[in-house]
């Protein structure tokens, strides 16, 4: 491997691994059956030290490294797609939002419970008519004294019923595009935000997504997030950040697919032998294990940068788009190997597939990543 982990790191990964395995993977398939939101599992994860990991200890964290909150993701998603999604926003769009922009007020009162995993966090951007371009959003926070006033409605947001404390972008200046967009920190008791349709979807199906309304819904002014204006580029540091946890995500479902076609392709006789044994099965396996290193070595690179406070959007973006589109191919190929038992609920690449089909779309779309890596090529002058 070309990338070579720390003993830190290591142990990092084991515990994690152990943890996930006993605990999140038994019960995983049942909750995507029942669609429960494993609140005790966040409570354990909150003690290990996963629900806000790159935070400092003193405001409830770890003050991992991003290489570490990497390896222990892709371990959560390797059982639990679900649980990892909300891992994955509560550490990077929302606690990190807090830490890089917060006041010391804020990060007392928001940071210290949400990183120490005592509440779940949600971050508000994507609206029912703004996904891919959110400055088009029309949600408005208005001033009014020593209060916003906030109207509209944020579609797709992920642990927005089982949230307590909400980042909420709105704009305060409808004149001038993303310069006009600006972040709230909103508690969930606040009068005039109000969980709406709750979606019920193809995969991720423990983890909660919603629409939150807000009806002149009123925010003190000093929880406003950075200044008048910061929105956009608070959503856009929390997504670069965030896309790194999407593609640790895919890399653990692709590993968990992965894991189980050789399983059940060494098990599995056809025309008098294992499967494993016919070189159009072998030569798969050889694509699979080929991919998912690359992606690997793509997120390991893109976290690298980031834990050396070098630029990082470009490979951030590069590590979302490989990782994603490379889980999809693993776990339909998955399926293929299983043949027929592989459709079935008796396995899990079933859910595993149902589960990837999203990571190509949240937190920015394959095309959007393209966006990005095109606009970072063309732009920067770093060597490739
Ligand atoms: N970091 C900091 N600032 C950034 C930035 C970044 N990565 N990217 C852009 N900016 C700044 C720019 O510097 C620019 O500022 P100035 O005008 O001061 O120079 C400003 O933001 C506007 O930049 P652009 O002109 O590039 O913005 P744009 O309107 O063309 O949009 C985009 C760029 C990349 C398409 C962006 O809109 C985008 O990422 N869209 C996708 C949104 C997305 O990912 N949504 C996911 C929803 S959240 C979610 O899914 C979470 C979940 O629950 C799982």
Do not use: W
Not at 90 to 110: A, P
Not at 181 to 206: N, Q, W, Y
Not at 228 to 251: H, P, T
């Amino acid at each position: 491997m070309l990338f070579k982990l720390t003993d830190e790191q290591v142990m990092i990964q084991n515990m994690v691994r152990e943890f996930s395995r006993k605990v999140i993977g038994t019960t995983a398939s049942e909750r995507d059956r029942t669609k429960e939101f494993p609140a005790d599992n966040f409570k354990q994860m909150g003690e290990l030290g996963l629900m806000g990991m790159m935070i400092p200890e003193a405001y409830g964290g770890e003050s991992a490294d991003t290489v570490s909150y990497v390896l222990a993701l892709s371990e959560i998603a390797y059982s639990c797609a679900s649980t990892s999604v909300v891992m994955s926003v509560q550490n990077s769009i929302v606690c990190e939002s807090l830490y890089r922009f917060g006041t010391r007020e804020q990060k007392e009162t928001f940071l210290i419970p949400l990183a120490s995993g005592e509440i779940i966090g949600a971050f508000a951007l994507t609206e029912p008519d703004a996904g891919s371009d959110p400055v088009s959003q029309k949600t408005t926070a208005h001033r009014q004294g020593d209060h916003y006033i906030i109207n509209g409605t944020k579609r797709f947001i992920t642990s927005g019923l089982h949230s307590k404390v909400v980042l909420v972008t709105a704009k305060t200046d409808e004149t001038v595009g993303h310069k006009g967009i600006s972040c709230f920190i909103v508690p969930k008791e606040t009068p005039g935000m109000i969980v709406g349709h709750v979606e019920d979807k193809m995969g991720l199906r423990a983890s909660d997504t919603t629409d939150l309304i807000f009806e002149n819904c009123k925010v003190p002014a000093d929880l406003i997030l950075g200044k008048e204006g910061d929105g956009f580029k608070i959503a856009m540091a929390g997504l670069d950040s965030g896309r790194i946890g999407i593609a640790a995500q895919s890399y653990g479902v692709a590993m968990a697919a992965f894991d189980a076609a050789v399983k059940y392709i060494k098990k599995r006789k056809q025309f008098g032998s294992p499967v494993s044994k016919h070189q159009a099965v072998r030569f798969q396996i050889a694509d699979m294990a080929t991919q998912i290193e690359a992606a690997k070595q793509l997120i390991f690179s893109a976290a690298s940068l980031k834990d050396r406070k070098e630029s990082y959007t470009r490979e951030a973006s590069m590590a979302k788009l490989f990782a994603s589109e490379m889980v999809n191919d693993i776990t339909a190929r998955a399926i293929q190997l299983h043949g027929g038992y592989g459709f079935t609920k008796d396995y899990a690449v079933e859910r595993y597939y149902r589960d990837a089909r999203v990571f190509t779309i949240y937190e920015g779309t394959s095309e959007i990543q393209r966006v990005v890596i095109s606009n970072q090529v063309l732009k920067d002058k770093r060597k490739m």
